[in-house]
Each structure stands twice: as C-alpha cells, then as structure tokens.
C-alpha cells in the first residue's frame, strides 16, 4: 500500500524529498496526537500522512508551514511601531527627524549587501542547464546506488562482478567527483566530447583502479569486522568460488591493467580523438589538465590508504579494557565457562554457510 500511496502523493507534492520531509513531519503530529483525518485501516502513522497528502485530507502548504514554523529558533512577531516623541522644546525648532532614526535595511538590499563582499571576479558563475542536468543525474544516481546497496546487505547477498564493478563507481562517489570536475571546463570542451568512447573509458579506467584500492585496503575492515559484502575480493571469491588469496590476485590483475589502459588511453587515444574531432589549443589544454587531475585524484587515494591507520587490524579490534570486548569475550571467573557470549554468537555475522565470507590475514600469515 505504501508504494501506491507514494505514486499518489506526486502529484500532490511532486519533489519526494518534500514529500518525505511533509509526511514524516505529519506523522510525528500524528504520534504527538494530533487528530487524523481518514479511516486509520490500521495502517501505522507513515502510511496514514501519505495517505492523507493523497486524498488531499490536508493541505501540502499548511504541512509546510507548519514545518518550518517548527524548526524555527526565532519566530518574527508583528509588533506595532514605535510613535514618535516629540522632543522637548521641538515647538519652533527645525529638526530634520530623518537623522534620529536608525537606518532601515529590506531583504534585498541586505543580499545585495552580502553579494557585494565578494569580489565579482571571485564569484562562482552559474551552472549551465546542460550540466546541472548532469549533476542532478549523477547525485540521483549515486543516491540510488546506495539503496542497491542496502537491498543487498538487507538479504546478505553478494552481487555478481558485472553488476558489482558498475555500480561500484557510483557509490564511490567515482562520476559525482568527476562531474564536478568537469564543471569548470565550462564550454571550452564541447559537451558530446565527454560522451565518446575514449574519454569514457579514461574515466571507467580511473574510477575502477580507485574503488579497487579502496577494496584491497579495507577487505579486512569490511569482512571480518563489519559483515559487508560489497567488497571485489569477496565478489570474486563468490562467483568463482576460489580462496582468498586467489581472489585477491584476480583483483590486483584487474587493478594493474585498469592502470595500463588509462596509461594507453592518455598516450594513444586522445590525440587521436583531439585529432578527429579538430579540438583548438585551448581545448586541448582543458583535456590535458582534466588528465592531469584525475592522475592526482588516483594518487591521492593510494597515498591516503597507505598512510591512514583506519584499516590497521589494531585500531580495529576494541581495546582489550573496552565494554565491547568484556561482552565478547565473556564473564570471567567460576563457574562461567559455559558463558561466552563470543561462542555463541560469534564476533562478526554468521558466514558458515558461504566459504567466501572465511577470513584469513591479507599479510603476515601466522603472525599472532
């Protein structure tokens, strides 16, 4: 019912996200006991404010006032104006009142006040229709890529490496990064240029080799402590159903020779293109520098994991006095063998039906 009733609500309120934040506000009125409007046909309160944006039981912009009335921490009052006083002994002196009263500025002289503290040179210029169509599909996107996500850890369900390395360059936030770069070559470029095949499989190249970074760094992290399963090692190791250390090579493969393709591109395709499609100078040099960038952006990702101690093993597992490892570990003296609450339900998810899901140390084998 609730899917339906969603499709109803659009044309009530067509952006979701206000209809998301209207519904979830009325359904707090609702549980604070505020006086539903329709049959509740025991439906929870979610379901009864859609349903009530949809058959129109109350109005969207009454909700939204109500809304921002809520969430204000000053309400402006309405309080009448001063009268003026006249001054003592003001009979038959030439007073200017204009300069007693303090000045009065409206809204909009005080935005163009604000406006004006930056200087015009210095002031970002508008985003093109074109490419803020193109940064509104990239967020919606990457925003539906995480609902994937969520569906597939919902029912602990490893994806397939096709639908895995696709999606993955969304929820890395892979084309949003790469999108907003692109902002600034304005219209030097020509839009249909980023569409070709090469510079698609520059970006596909950069945007793979770096999520396959981010993977072979956090495996540990994201399978033995977190449960996850949208890891390419784990993938790998589920669809060929291998060992670990097999998977990891296969990934490493894949990550060396997503590198040796953005280094063929760079060097083979994109004169070519530039070249075919009789790019200028400038043109070139926005290519060129967009290249350039997302080299760095690459770099910087391998140089921040190699540094970060966010996946070190030891600043993973809780500290041997924390509250979490007494749990797993179990009470301690007599009578309390039998009592560990890390044997029976384990420090991680249960993975013993799926081999896959086996941990062993990427590095150091044996070590302690």
């Known amino acids: 019912m609730a899917r339906v009733t969603v499709e109803d609500c659009i044309d009530k309120v067509e952006n979701r996200f206000d209809l998301v934040l209207l519904a979830s506000h009325r359904a707090r009125l609702i549980s604070s006991g505020s006086q539903i409007t329709i049959e509740r046909d025991n439906d929870k309160n979610p379901v009864v404010a859609l349903r009530e944006i949809a058959e129109t039981t109350i109005s969207p912009d ?34 200017d009142d204009t300069e007693m009263l303090p000045d009065r500025m409206t809204e909009e002289e005080l935005l163009r006040g604000l406006e004006g503290l930056t200087p015009p040179e210095q002031q970002p210029e508008p985003m093109e229709p074109d490419a803020r169509a193109t940064f509104r599909a990239t967020i919606i996107a990457m925003t539906d890529s995480w609902l994937w996500e969520l569906a597939n850890q919902a029912m602990n369900r490893v ?42 499989n520059l ?26 399963v949208h890891n390419c090692i784990l993938v790998v190791q589920n669809f060929l159903d291998c060992d670990r250390d097999r998977a990891l090579g296969i990934t490493t493969d894949l990550y060396t020779a997503r590198m040796k393709q953005f280094e063929h591109i760079v060097a083979t395709e994109l004169p070519g293109l530039s070249d075919d499609l009789g790019l200028d100078d400038a043109a070139r040099k926005v290519l060129a520098g967009y290249v350039e960038g997302l080299q760095d952006w690459m770099a910087g990702i391998l140089a921040w994991h190699q540094a970060t101690t966010r996946y070190q093993e030891a600043n993973l597992r809780p500290s041997p006095g924390s509250t979490a490892a007494r749990l797993m570990s179990g009470p301690l003296g007599l009578g309390t ?31 302690s």
């Open 337 to 367: 063998a039998a009592a560990r609450i890390g044997a029976l339900f384990g420090s991680s998810p249960d993975r013993a039906s799926n081999p896959a899901f086996t941990w062993r140390p990427l590095l150091h084998e044996g070590a």
């Open 62 to 95: 009454d909700l939204k006032e109500e809304l921002v009335h809520s969430l204000q921490k000053y309400v402006e009052v309405d309080e009448p104006e001063p009268e003026s006083v006249p001054l003592i002994g003001g009979e038959g002196v030439d007073v």
């Open 203 to 228: 970006e596909n190249s950069a945007a793979d080799a770096a999520c396959l970074i981010n993977d072979i760094f956090s495996y540990q992290k994201e399978i033995q402590f977190e449960g996850e």
């Open 159 to 200: 994806p397939d490496p096709i639908d895995y390395i696709e999606m993955r360059r969304k929820t890395f936030g892979s084309d949003l990064t790469m999108s907003l770069a692109r902002l600034s070559h304005g219209r030097t470029v020509p839009p249909e240029i980023y569409r070709t095949r090469p510079i698609r």
